[in-house]
């Protein structure tokens, strides 16, 4: 592959993934919430789109037999639907529960649907990938596909930047705001916390979803494996490298973190580690990780200003 | 006196074994100013989360504007204009002082999803209204300079002064004003209380306030409830409480 | 459509299943035991606590089948190497993070696992890996497969949880130890160092981790991710059992165990691992005021 094409893949893949650091943002740096299930809402708008859009396989090893033909854009909006829902059914059960011990429930629901799809091969080929999935209008364009495809993810990532951003900035955000830093003040002041917290986690998991099926139209193949939690863990990474409560720096964190994972693609397998590289990568990650939550826990893009109000290096 | 605006009936709440709030009975009239004392540890604070709905209660109601509002959760009962503030202050640190105070606008057609994104009109003037209100309030609190600044970075007295603007901002019927005047400096507190005084007299607002100072909340108040172990000991205006054995004792007790 | 794959045909019961439980819920315990004694004490979720687990499972198999030494000296290697890395990670990390809340050392904990996990990649690559040892006949009792790897599992952790019992209850340390698991500022009020009791609870927590993932690997197979994978189970026993809680979290170990290899009879085999999450689930969601008040934190 020359250069140029691999640039345009990683470009297409920090597109994507900057939707799901984007809805994480919403769900932690604008709301408090913990949610580790971010890669279980990708899989779900990843999976719907695919089955909606792709016939049943035939033949004798035909192991999925549900499958439609739908147009891509409503699949594309079915997965953003169900993953919202399935985000909003994972929150009334598990909101009211305190920040860690939330992040261990949505853990485990992430495990359970990714469970479901991994043993129900008649609905999504199971542990085998889900082929043949159409691109959209694949053929069609006057321009490389691979830059019609990397422009249509970059104006979803600007249209729900913009979006976000001023969904963050309005009395909606607010209110927010306000239950990332204290739930009770809201409360005593009229707002119902728990339904602006399921709105919270309904909008972030939707954007998920929409990233999870143009990852599938993208991709051709899915296979469970895409979805592990190690994949939440990196969006986590991204969104508080880029620092937290900045959709920005979310966007921004999440290039950064897919170059680290991706510049390998870049090395020639004869230097020293080379087949170790994508470990080491790994290593790095957590390390950033560690080290931007030492020594700048605002992040590279956060508000320094508003994560030391308060707290003792903020106080005079 | 007008028609009671508050009325708890028989409130109970223990935590373990412990009776923190014993069968309290008492009301609040409408538009009248309600001083809550007792020495520590005689369920104030206990009471105010039972009728703010931040506690749920083992027994009793609580009637507010004629309605029970017991079995409503702490917004429920804050939209039908029961507001109250917290002993320790609660400021929203990583929020600026001037979206502390908006935040307690009520029925802000900008907190939906739809009326965020749409940005309509009616979401444009409420924020407008809601703005006005809050720079004649910080003005008063004189925290208009400040309005800019993290409230994680205000002294404590600024801290309570914001609290008690937050509330105002949010149009109660009924204040519950927790310690309002702790850490706040004497010039500023005249000026607070004559403040409430405005706030009764000519809206008709109702408070009920819990203050250690004596000398402030017997002069400020209409009525004086005194508690001790849980209990509403004695009921009365400031003269009668004061002069109330059982009060004395309880508070002689309690230095002990 | 699910009901004709042989996969998804449901077991009737069987007494094996109840052994197999057993000889799981012998691993769930130990390691619950050793997460709730951390988690007791520093009071944040350690998502890097099944690394750890997988760290003492890879020396001693390094010990066992590269340098040849018997199992056992190798799993003692094992238990030592990551008590002493746990506390190496404390002194690294997690003690830099002291004043931080629960849910930044949780993220920082995310850190940890994945510097350990992918340096594990790194090492011993990415295939999964045995002890060596005789394959061995597996006799039947009663008409129950037994396999000396999993008598071998079942006595070690009764050893283990029997020896932590002794700590916790007759050396100052231990006593020490329980107390300020109960409340960590109540402790400090009493005298007792509590930084010194945190050197502690990593070498003792760390080793237990370290035995966990040996008797894991004894079970199954050594993978880099068999500690995260066999996490959530784990959590589940510490939050049923009430955390900081170990005879709690033991019990929990034995009955997710149990119930996890009796749950074939009513489930998918498939599904198997739901019955961890479930639990865990249920365990969080059931219980929001003995385990989530602020008195716990």
Redesign the interface.
């Known amino acids: 592959m020359a250069v140029g094409d691999l640039a345009l893949l990683v470009a297409t893949i920090m597109g994507v993934y900057s939707l799901l650091a984007i809805g994480l943002n919403m769900h932690w740096g604008d709301t408090g919430l ?1 949610n580790f299930a971010h890669a279980a809402f990708f899989a779900i708008g990843a999976y719907t789109s695919a089955i909606l859009t792709t016939p049943p396989e035939t033949g004798l090893l035909a192991n999925r ?1 549900v499958g439609a033909s739908y147009p891509i854009f409503v699949g594309l909006l079915a997965g953003a639907t169900l993953a919202a829902a399935a985000g909003v059914l994972i929150a009334v ?2 909101v ?6 939330l ?3 949505t ?3 992430a ?2 649907i990714r ?1 479901v799809i ?5 609905l999504t080929s199971g542990a085998q990938s889900l082929k043949g999935i159409e691109r959209p209008l694949e053929g069609s364009v006057p321009i490389r596909y691979d830059l019609f495809y990397f422009l249509l993810v970059l104006g979803v990532v600007a249209g729900s930047y913009l ?1 976000f951003r ?2 963050a900035g ?6 927010l ?2 239950v ?3 739930e ?10 728990t339904w602006f917290k399921l ?1 919270s986690f309904g ?1 972030g998991a939707a954007i998920a979803g929409l990233a999870g099926g143009l990852w599938a139209h993208y991709v051709y193949a899915i296979t469970p494996n895409m979805f592990l ?2 994949l939440t ?1 990196t969006i ?2 991204a969104v ?1 490298i880029g620092g937290a409560g900045s959709y920005l720096g979310a966007i921004v964190g999440t290039a950064f973190i897919v170059g680290i994972r991706q510049v390998t693609r870049f090395v020639p397998s004869d230097v020293p580690f080379a087949s ?1 590289l994508p ?2 990568r ?2 790095v ?6 080290a931007v ?2 020594y700048r ?1 605002y992040g590279l893009l956060g508000d320094e ?7 003792e290096e ?3 | 006196m007008t028609d009671p605006i508050l009325r708890a009936e028989g409130l109970r709440k223990s935590f373990g074994g412990l009776l923190a709030v014993d069968d309290a009975t008492f009301e609040v009239e409408e538009g009248t100013i309600a001083g809550l004392i007792g020495p520590n540890g005689a369920g104030k604070s206990t009471t105010f989360n039972l009728l703010s709905g931040f506690y749920g209660a083992d027994a009793g109601e609580v009637i507010f504007e004629g309605e029970h509002v017991e079995g409503l959760s702490p917004d429920e009962r804050a939209q039908r204009g029961m507001i109250r503030t917290f002993q320790i202050t609660r400021e929203l640190t990583g929020m600026k002082v001037m979206a502390n105070m908006l935040l307690a606008a009520q029925d802000h057609p900008g907190e939906t999803v739809v009326g965020a994104l749409a940005n309509t009109g009616s979401v444009e003037s409420r924020e407008e209204q809601a703005r006005e209100r809050a720079e004649d309030l910080l003005k008063f609190l004189e925290l208009w300079e400040l309005r800019e600044e993290y409230a994680g970075n205000l002294s404590g007295g600024q801290r309570k002064l914001l609290e008690l603007g937050r509330a105002l901002m949010a149009d109660p019927d009924l204040l519950l004003l927790d310690e309002p005047m702790a850490g706040v400096n004497p010039d500023l507190t005249d000026r607070l209380l004559s403040r409430i005084d405005d706030l009764q007299s000519e809206e008709g607002m109702t408070f009920v306030i819990v203050e250690h100072d004596m000398d402030v909340i017997m002069s400020v108040s209409d009525k004086i409830i005194g508690m001790h172990n849980g209990q509403v000991l004695s009921v009365g205006t400031p003269e009668e409480v004061k002069s109330d054995e059982k009060m004395l004792e309880a508070y002689l007790g309690g230095s002990v | 459509m699910a009901g004709f794959d042989p996969q998804f045909v449901m077991a009737a019961f069987d007494p094996q299943f109840l052994w197999n439980g057993l000889v799981v819920g012998s691993i769930i315990a130990v390691a619950a035991l050793g997460l709730t004694l951390i988690f007791g004490i520093l009071n944040f979720i350690n998502i890097a606590y099944g690394d750890y687990m997988a760290v003492g499972a890879y020396f001693a198999f390094a010990a066992n089948t590269q340098y040849d030494l018997p199992i056992v000296v190798a799993a003692l290697i094992g238990m030592v190497v990551m008590a002493v890395g746990a506390l190496v990670v404390d002194k690294l990390v997690f003690e830099r993070f002291r004043s931080r809340s629960a849910i930044v050392l949780l993220v920082v904990s995310i850190g940890v696992a994945f510097v350990l996990r992918n340096l594990i990649r790194i090492v011993w690559g990415t295939g999964s890996r045995r002890f060596s040892g005789p394959i061995e006949a597996a006799p039947q009792f009663f008409g129950i497969r037994v396999l000396p790897d999993q008598v071998a599992i079942v006595v070690i952790s009764v050893a283990i949880l029997g020896g932590t019992y002794l700590l916790l209850r007759r050396t100052r340390i231990g006593i020490a130890m329980r107390a300020a698991s109960d409340d960590t500022d109540l402790a400090r009020i009493r005298g007792i160092d509590t930084e010194r009791l945190v050197t502690y609870v990593w070498l003792v927590g760390g080793a237990i981790a370290g035995i966990a993932g040996i008797l894991l690997g004894l079970d199954a197979q050594i993978r880099p991710n068999m500690g995260f994978t066999a996490l959530i189970p784990i959590f589940a026993a510490v939050i049923l059992g009430g955390i900081g809680d170990p005879i709690g979290a033991v019990a929990g170990g034995y009955a997710i165990g149990i119930t996890q290899e009796l749950s074939v009879v009513v489930i998918p085999t498939e599904y198997k691992p739901a019955i961890g999450l479930l639990l865990l689930i249920i365990g969080l969601l059931s219980k929001p005021e003995g385990i989530f008040g602020e008195a716990t934190r």
Not at chain 1, 96 to 101: I, N, Q, S, T
Not at chain 1, 118 to 122: D, Q
Not at chain 1, 184 to 193: C, H, I, N, R, S
């Open positions: 913990l037999t059960t598990s009211r529960l305190e920040g860690d011990y992040a261990m429930v853990l485990s629901f495990e359970l469970l991994h043993n129900e091969g008649w979006l001023r969904l309005s009395p909606f955000g607010r209110v705001h306000a990332r830093e204290d009770e003040v809201p409360l005593a002041l009229g707002k119902d916390t709105k909008l939690p190690s863990f986590w990474a508080i170790d470990y080491i790994l290593v990650i957590g390390v950033l990780l560690i939550l030492y826990p200003e508003r994560m030391l109000a308060g707290s903020g106080a005079d």
